[in-house]
């Protein structure tokens, strides 16, 4: 029982920090969307965007046209109100009188369902790209099945037209919910253009004012960020302005690499190496990769790499040179320490 009215009193002494909180508004009083809501929107906009393939399968072509219907049905249900919530947040927030939320919430909702087949088309060239970018991938079915980069992809291109319809909340939750599923971070604001993959995908950030354009190849790790953040005069960030790199048509990016800055252009057709850190522009057509770093590899036993033909052989006569020399200094240093 004491165990019971301690936790009581936590209770208390939490709700009212709630009620006096500044920044963290209560629920109750500030419509928010849920999130249930939202993994529901974006697995029906898998099943619309793939039909076929989630959900039900083996679908005749005559019954595809009322599948469809029902499936859009569903979703401007749910995704009206879901805008609504968004909408009603922001008003309130603000200290607004919020009388056509609903209204606006349903207006918006079916401006989405209209871009649908543009989206569908997108991501087929998303999907195609995959196949043409990567050995590994065996067919279509497989790519649109298991790889994270498209799932991210499909996300943020939903994510990404409801930023530019100006709903405010509901992409940002859309996006970091692919973030957390796939390991790929796109914020909606970010602008990306056709043929578009993201090969393996963990770790891939890509900042909110990005510009990527068409037929663009990034792989693991890679970060599309801003390299500083600058303020107004009372220390408060600026907020709106480009702070993140733009990628021409036809660039590759290799894992790990990193590319910063609102005025750093990577020229078309450029190819940037694996953990290459990039902050200035460069040319159409360049190749940029760091030297390679030197290894120095012992054996277990003796001290000595196992020296065989070709390139890697005669790095490994260099470091048994090195070592070689390094013992012999080190046993004159000794030496010269026992006549003393």
């Known amino acids: ?17 709630c009620r006096k909180s500044e920044f963290f508004r209560c629920a109750s009083k500030y419509a928010v969307p849920s999130d249930e809501s939202v993994r529901e929107i974006l697995t029906i906009f898998q099943k619309v965007l793939f039909i076929g393939y989630f959900g039900k399968q083996n679908i005749p072509d005559w ?22 919530k968004s909408l009603r947040h922001k008003c309130e927030g603000l200290h607004k009188l919020c009388d056509n939320c609903k209204a606006r919430g349903e207006d ?36 649109i099945f298991s790889y994270p980069g498209l799932r991210a992809i499909m996300v943020h291109r939903i994510a990404h037209e409801l930023h ?25 604001g970010a602008r990306i253009g056709k043929n578009f993959f993201i090969d393996h995908g963990t770790g891939v950030v890509v900042g909110e004012t ?13 970060t599309l ?3 500083s953040f600058p303020k107004d005069d009372r220390g408060n960030l600026l907020r709106g302005i480009r702070r993140h790199p733009t990628l021409e048509d036809r660039v590759t990016i290799y894992a790990g690499a990193t590319v910063l800055g609102g005025d750093t252009v990577i020229g078309r057709a450029s190819t940037v190496g ?19 770093p030197e290894l120095l590899i012992k054996g ?21 040179r090195r070592s070689k020399a390094l013992k012999s200094k080190k046993a004159v240093r000794r030496k010269a320490g026992r006549k003393k």
Do not use: C
């Open 108 to 143: 918006q909702a079916v401006k989405l369902i209209r871009k649908i087949p543009d989206i569908r088309k997108m991501l087929e060239g998303d999907v195609q790209a995959a196949f043409d970018g990567d050995p590994a991938a065996k067919s279509f079915d497989e790519i």
């Open 274 to 292: 694996g953990n290459v850190w990039i902050t200035k522009s460069v040319p159409p057509g360049t190749k940029i990769v760091i030297e390679p």
């Open 1 to 17: 029982m004491e165990r019971k009215r301690e936790i009581g009193s936590i209770s208390r002494k939490l709700a009212r920090l």
């Open 164 to 188: 530019i319809q100006g709903v405010p909340l509901l992409p940002r939750i859309m996006s970091e919910y692919a973030h957390t599923e796939t390991g790929i971070d796109i914020h909606p």
């Open 225 to 227: 960020g801003a390299l």
């Open 300 to 320: 277990e036993i003796t001290g000595r790499v196992s020296a065989g033909r070709g390139v890697a052989g005669a790095n490994a006569r260099k470091t048994n």
């Open 63 to 84: 019954e595809l046209e009322s599948h469809l219907h029902v499936h859009m049905s569903r979703l401007f249900d749910t995704l009206a109100v879901q805008i609504a």
């Open 210 to 222: 990005s510009v990527i354009g068409n037929h663009v190849k990034i792989y693991q790790g890679v």
